[in-house]
């Protein structure tokens, strides 16, 4: 805040004022330049920018009895209204320490109601708590308390050497799972391919085995096809075969060799037949 005594004035775009005559209110200043009576009117000017304010380090007590360290920071800025800069000057004497004493209270009471558990992983619940708490009372003020964060959660150092074990534990007791899994998923992939191989195989003699078959059916219909009627032909030819192998004696008929006419197996009835001796 700063005020102007001077015959001539001006304030800055970011700027909102209020001029007083005689100590009473008389009207609302904007940005620009302007002229007024010294002693008899000053202005007193309000930055309405949004001011970055912290919430200092301070020792809370969570529900289950442990002393933690908590700060934080918080956005707020002077309503551009008229109504809302009067306030700022007549209904607060120093709005920044009233702002930060309230947040420091209500961060008290916020952590107070949680466990220590709970306070590590309630930062935003936290923060929109006391930014609606501290709004209810900043209207009275002009103020707006544009948003709140809470920065630091401190456990006491046994607390957070026993924490840190609790996590180490935790991550190896992940890794051993993720070993495991991994090791069982390799497993299932092998018996897989075991299986696949061995359905392969089972395929690749299931073929060969239709494959002999179809041969086998093809041999058998190729011998019906082309022997059942040529036997006794096949069978001549076979005893000629011998004959001539051995120097036997065959005859020959006017037919041609007949190899059952062997000499000294003749028909007695036989007649009108060459015999030759070979």
Known sequence: MRTIYGF??????????IQETLGKYNR???PGLGLQIPLVHIIRVRDVREHTMDIEPQPVITKDNVEITVDGVMWVRP????EGIKRTFYNIDNWKRAVIQLAMTNLRQEFGELSLDESLVAREKIAN?????????AVEWGLTVSKVEIRLIDPPDDIKKAMHKQKTAEQERRSMKLLATGEFEAAQQQKLAIIQRAEGEREAVIQVAQGKAEAIRLVNEAAEKYFVGNAQELKKLEMIENSLRDNAKIIVTEHGINPTLLLG????NMTNEKVNNK
């Open 129 to 137: 708590n006391l930014q609606r708490i501290l709004n209810t009372f």
């Open 8 to 17: 001539i004035y001006t304030l800055r775009p970011y700027e909102r004022g």
């Open 28 to 30: 609302f200043v904007m």
């Open 265 to 268: 197996s003749l028909p007695v």
């Open 79 to 82: 309503t551009v209204d008229e």
